[in-house]
């Protein structure tokens, strides 16, 4: 192994994370080769216990490595050595950790209500009646020119402003993409998932399948087997599972897309600036070398659920299609909330707020399942991403529930996101902490 | 004649219209039946011929008579004495003039842009942190409250404050449509018109059929040769044609919908604020016992397009279906724009707005058709609506374009907005004066 450089800017465990994935991608490391433990690493380069432990994490959490109880640490990805599937990521890496509000925008109650204000009035007056005046189709340049900026510093991927293509709420861009990508398509959901998607595509009157999940995502062979054309997923992190979509899920998943000109995948990446710990989970839009990944995000969850401000990355030759199908269409978003977002993002308040609230809510998060784990048998499943988790508890579950619910914590059975609830298993449970109260859990836990 | 009673609050020419629109609707004037001519009617009611004049032409716009040249003026439509079609409006009659903004904002000149922005601080101050909360699927209450006592005053329609359903531009609310009334339906666009509208369609994979427009608009006969379910119109004032629907179209028109509980009338009224001169002309939702009519209006035209702001009005039974369907949907329009809006209308600054708009469009419109009836067989055909008018210009068009474009005044060939271009008479262009030059024209005219 190379010396990490200790006077480079980036973070040692990601020096560290580096080498160990590019050895992975280039066939030097092979699939189920054992790592070195932990500490013989850190005694071996020199370096502290916790730089090991935070790039193994990040390697388990996106599949490149499998933890295995008592035995220790193994290679689960090898690439070939012709040409990395997973591009070098080309921003200069974040050391931000995470955190997820889910449904309701928990960010809220630590927003900078004050900068945004000011900043709306500041782009009255700057703006004067140009505020009057439409903006292109797309969206304004300058918010397209920010979230282009902000996807480069953050997720690591570069898109031309001219391909974010500004929509009003993640609803509305589905309705688009059915439009753009055709009626035709069959399309795939996640089954369990979020349950407006499934709604949408029959209201779209689309042929759509329910495809199941297995324990990393979605099951690529029933993208197969059902003959999909359109793969809709949240690899970053699943709603309602948790579920982090291992490298090679999504390489097999790509590789399905690759398979017809005629098979996209919708990744939606909604929750992705709230990881926990260790750096964003890579998108699959970074590493689609053929154009088959549309890339949507919103700031419904990161900024406020009022603002109505979501977006999309298209490819080269799906901005083309774009252009000429559904240019047309007038932005949905007033030009007033578009420059008032861009300004937020291109000044650096959004990225710090999203610091500020990924830190509350992993301080929250370490609470929440403090107080579950004391519940028997109660067996949590965590993935250091999002404002939930899922949790088997076979007993006192209703006491368990009811507890929460005096902290803020929401926990509902999974079944509601199953296409069929009878496949839900009976125990398993969702813990949504985004309105969780910090003081009653401590009260709580203390007593 | 009942005299008329010049102590009512209504002008004299409103009580002479609906005292001769009420003899037709009950079949006590005939249909072909001749109207005494306006000096004479003047005489014997002692009233001014200016009155007379005004009762005339809004019985004109809204099709119940008939001038023919050096003829005189007819009944064109008789009622039956059992149930009038026409619901007595409910509103206090606004005496209202007329103009209109199409396709750019033209109103946006006049817009009070700094009562706007005064309005969008004290929403800021007032609501606080409120603006960061989702608002209810079908919008903010206030500005749903506000847009039903708009419509009570403005057009005489009482909807209830939650069947007003707000969207981002009525583009979006189309694709709505689509969803509520089911994309099994068959729909029919008027041809010419909006080249829009058969995008949206299409782009939705339904079925449309184009309808052609006869000098009464869209023609009744052929929704039912087409097996239209429904028909998608403009009647207040159709774009490109300029046509107002008459009354006895109206009428052939709800009849067709009442055939079958699947048929609709899709009203979209987006130009009915800038008639020039008479009151606004009746909606059809307005005239529909069976709630067979939705109602789409927008507030692009009137306040500017930056604000994508458009709402439709459902019928109870369609705002079941609609809860029922599509409330799961979030709201696509910012908070923040629609607290805004609402206070602008609420607080009367919309219908200063449009009554000043509406002033300065008339003075435009009168300097338009004097410059262009100087050009050798200009005929003009100008409907007192809209701020645009077609005109046939067998000769010299060329030259007549180019002196209007010096002035601001886009004159365009029909064709583009017909399904067929070659349909299009070769002789037939379209006016739009939105963005017109007065000073020019009148320096034009002088020369």
Known sequence: MQALDKNNNKPLYEQLYEHLRDDMLAGRIKKGEKLPSKRMLADQLQVSLITVENAYSQLIAEGYVRAVQRSGYFAQYSGDTAEPRVREPQNHFETQREETPQQQSASETLFPFSVWTRLMRSVILEQGMRLLQPVVSGGAYELREAVSGYLYRARGIFVPPERVIVGSGTEYLYNLLIQLLGRDKRYGVENPGFPKLPKIYALNNVRFEYISLDKSGMSSDE???????????????????????????????????????????????????????????????????????????????????????????????????????????????????????????????????????????????????????????????????????????PENSEKMIDDCGKCGIKITHLDEYYADCSCCPADLFLVNYSNANEERIAELLSS
């Open 223 to 393: 993208l197969y087997e059902k003959r999909v054309d359109i793969a809709h997923i949240s690899p970053a992190h699943h709603f309602p599972t948790g579920i982090v979509m291992p490298i090679s899920r999504r390489c097999e998943i790509l590789d399905w897309a690759e398979g017809s000109s005629e098979r996209f995948v919708i990744e939606d990446d909604y929750d992705s600036e709230f990881r926990h710990s260790g750096k964003p989970v890579p998108t699959m839009f970074g590493s689609d070398g053929y154009e088959r990944v549309i890339y949507v995000n919103t700031f419904s969850q990161t900024i406020a659920p009022s603002v109505r401000i979501s977006y999309m990355c298209l490819s080269e030759s799906l901005y083309r299609l774009w252009r000429e199908k559904l240019g047309f269409y007038a932005c949905s978003v007033p030009a007033f909330e578009q420059y008032t977002l861009a300004r937020f993002i291109s000044e650096g308040y959004f990225e710090r707020h999203i610091n500020r609230t990924k830190k509350r809510f992993r301080r929250v998060c370490e609470l929440v399942t403090e107080l579950i784990s004391r519940y028997p048998n109660a067996e949590i499943s965590e993935e250091n991403a999002g404002l939930h988790f899922t949790v088997k508890a």
